[in-house]
């Protein structure tokens, strides 16, 4: 049998029921009146009584109200020393004519929540550090309770979220499952810091149209320009909803292109070019997409007559190398005459692979030199989806995709999520 030791029973010695007011804090109009230590479980539990002229009012009018019926409710705290301390409280129900009935809210927890705002914002913390499992076992949690505070914080830091100096948007598909499983993250700068402010199922307008949708007609007006690849989708979706924002087309995209295409002229060369060319070509694949300031040492010598050839894929890979200068130009105009004699040599060049990315940079010109007169892009964006992979990696997948969501902002987010918070 487990031994229970009661303190403040005769409320005599008040000695410990004052010293555990004061580590819990203001509960007015509720008071200490009992502690009962469980020895065996290791459980402290706090009695609070509440003082007899308490007056109540609806929790959401405020208006006084008489007293429905009382309810006893307990609230995981933090622990003391190696105990588990858990409050318990009698809570009254009143009845409001406009509102019905509604619990009171107590003053040291939130809502329906059965931890306490310590022990939440304490709870915060070890979940930012590990997964939800582990903290679960660092707290003497379930993961459903783990889980569930994660949620809780997550709707909390949204609701505080402002979004009046939102001028600059990165916008950017993430891949989350097998197949065409994608979700569209935008990641926003506020305050110097990248932060991912929404993330929506699918990568075409119904993915981001939800977040101008969320931000607002005027937050909307006030987007200055917005950074994506390509996807038609998407640039409809902004033109819809953002009239004064521009369009920036992200430089590592436009790279991607290019490097597919070399890719592409390598292909053909491997298949239709001579005997001497397709066994030259033989295990040079990655040579061709690297930059050739990260070629690994151990091909330099190889690759420096490949670059040099005659070879189309050489032909094409200088064409890459050459717009990769572009990053020198010093403004809108430099880069409009940069891309016009890049153009030049593009279409010249007589590789179909080439031309077409060449003519689809022509068609989306205003995009891609935007970022000179923004000095923004998608490498924010980038980061972010780094460590979101890194985070499903950790987790081992997701097959919830709305918990998915939720760690991204809850991790990613830079919310105020800290229920001891006042703003």
């Not at 292909?267 to 070509?281: D, Y």
């Given at each position: 049998?487990?031994?229970?030791?009661?303190?403040?029973?005769?409320?005599?010695?008040?000695?410990?029921?004052?010293?555990?007011?004061?580590?819990?804090?203001?509960?007015?109009?509720?008071?200490?009146?009992?502690?009962?230590?469980?020895?065996?479980?290791?459980?402290?539990?706090?009695?609070?009584?509440?003082?007899?002229?308490?007056?109540?009012?609806?929790?959401?009018?405020?208006?006084?109200?008489?007293?429905?019926?009382?309810?006893?409710?307990?609230?995981?705290?933090?622990?003391?020393?190696?105990?588990?301390?858990?409050?318990?409280?009698a809570v009254p129900i009143v009845e409001c004519s406009e509102h019905g009935a509604q619990t009171v809210q107590v003053p040291w927890a939130e809502g329906s929540s059965r931890f306490t705002l310590f022990f939440e914002s304490f709870a915060l913390e070890v979940l930012k550090a590990c997964p939800a499992m582990r903290a679960g076992e660092l707290l003497d949690i379930s993961w459903d309770e783990a889980d569930g505070i994660k949620q809780r914080a997550v709707l909390r830091g949204l609701a505080r979220r402002q979004v009046r100096d939102l001028e600059y948007v990165c916008v950017d598909e993430k891949a989350v499952g097998r197949g065409h499983d994608y979700l569209t993250v935008v990641t926003g700068l506020m305050d110097g810091k990248p932060q991912v402010l929404y993330a929506g199922d699918g990568r075409g307008e119904e993915g981001l149209n939800g977040f101008w949708?969320?931000?607002?007609?005027?937050?909307?007006?006030?987007?200055?320009?917005?950074?994506?690849?390509?996807?038609?989708?998407?640039?409809?979706?902004?033109?819809?909803?953002?009239?004064?924002?521009?369009?920036?087309?992200?430089?590592?995209?436009?790279?991607?292109?290019?490097?597919?295409?070399?890719?592409?002229?390598?292909?053909?060369?491997?298949?239709?070019?001579?005997?001497?060319?397709?066994?030259?070509?033989?295990?040079?694949?990655?040579?061709?997409?690297?930059?050739?300031?990260?070629?690994?040492?151990?091909?330099?010598?190889?690759?420096?007559?490949?670059?040099?050839?005659?070879?189309?894929?050489?032909?094409?890979?200088?064409?890459?190398?050459?717009?990769?200068?572009?990053?020198?130009?010093?403004?809108?105009?430099?880069?409009?005459?940069?891309?016009?004699?890049?153009?030049?040599?593009?279409?010249?060049?007589?590789?179909?692979?080439?031309?077409?990315?060449?003519?689809?940079?022509?068609?989306?010109?205003?995009?891609?030199?935007?970022?000179?007169?923004?000095?923004?892009?998608?490498?924010?964006?980038?980061?972010?989806?780094?460590?979101?992979?890194?985070?499903?990696?950790?987790?081992?997948?997701?097959?919830?995709?709305?918990?998915?969501?939720?760690?991204?902002?809850?991790?990613?987010?830079?919310?105020?999520?800290?229920?001891?918070?006042?703003?």
């Amino acid at each position: 049998m487990g031994r229970a030791i009661i303190y403040g029973m005769d409320m005599k010695d008040t000695t410990l029921n004052e010293h555990y007011q004061q580590i819990i804090g203001d509960t007015s109009p509720w008071e200490v009146s009992e502690v009962r230590l469980d020895i065996a479980r290791l459980v402290n539990e706090v009695r609070l009584t509440v003082r007899p002229d308490a007056i109540w009012g609806c929790p959401q009018c405020h208006s006084r109200m008489h007293v429905k019926e009382w309810r006893t409710r307990r609230w995981r705290h933090l622990d003391s020393c190696q105990f588990k301390t858990i409050l318990e409280a009698a809570v009254p129900i009143v009845e409001c004519s406009e509102h019905g009935a509604q619990t009171v809210q107590v003053p040291w927890a939130e809502g329906s929540s059965r931890f306490t705002l310590f022990f939440e914002s304490f709870a915060l913390e070890v979940l930012k550090a590990c997964p939800a499992m582990r903290a679960g076992e660092l707290l003497d949690i379930s993961w459903d309770e783990a889980d569930g505070i994660k949620q809780r914080a997550v709707l909390r830091g949204l609701a505080r979220r402002q979004v009046r100096d939102l001028e600059y948007v990165c916008v950017d598909e993430k891949a989350v499952g097998r197949g065409h499983d994608y979700l569209t993250v935008v990641t926003g700068l506020m305050d110097g810091k990248p932060q991912v402010l929404y993330a929506g199922d699918g990568r075409g307008e119904e993915g981001l149209n939800g977040f101008w949708k969320w931000l607002g007609p005027e937050a909307c007006a006030r987007i200055k320009a917005v950074s994506m690849d390509m996807s038609q989708a998407y640039q409809n979706s902004v033109c819809r909803y953002c009239p004064n924002a521009e369009l920036i087309f992200d430089p590592f995209h436009l790279m991607k292109m290019l490097n597919r295409a070399v890719d592409e002229v390598r292909q053909r060369e491997a298949v239709m070019g001579t005997k001497t060319e397709r066994s030259t070509l033989k295990k040079t694949r990655q040579m061709w997409l690297w930059g050739e300031e990260n070629l690994p040492e151990r091909h330099a010598a190889r690759f420096e007559e490949l670059k040099d050839s005659t070879l189309k894929t050489a032909r094409a890979w200088r064409i890459k190398e050459l717009w990769r200068t572009v990053k020198q130009c010093l403004d809108v105009d430099d880069a409009h005459a940069f891309f016009h004699k890049w153009y030049v040599l593009a279409m010249q060049s007589k590789l179909e692979p080439v031309k077409k990315v060449a003519r689809a940079f022509k068609a989306h010109l205003a995009g891609i030199v935007s970022i000179f007169k923004h000095g923004f892009c998608n490498a924010l964006a980038e980061g972010v989806n780094s460590r979101i992979q890194l985070l499903m990696q950790k987790s081992c997948g997701y097959r919830n995709r709305q918990r998915l969501k939720t760690d991204i902002l809850f991790h990613f987010g830079a919310l105020n999520m800290d229920p001891m918070s006042a703003q």
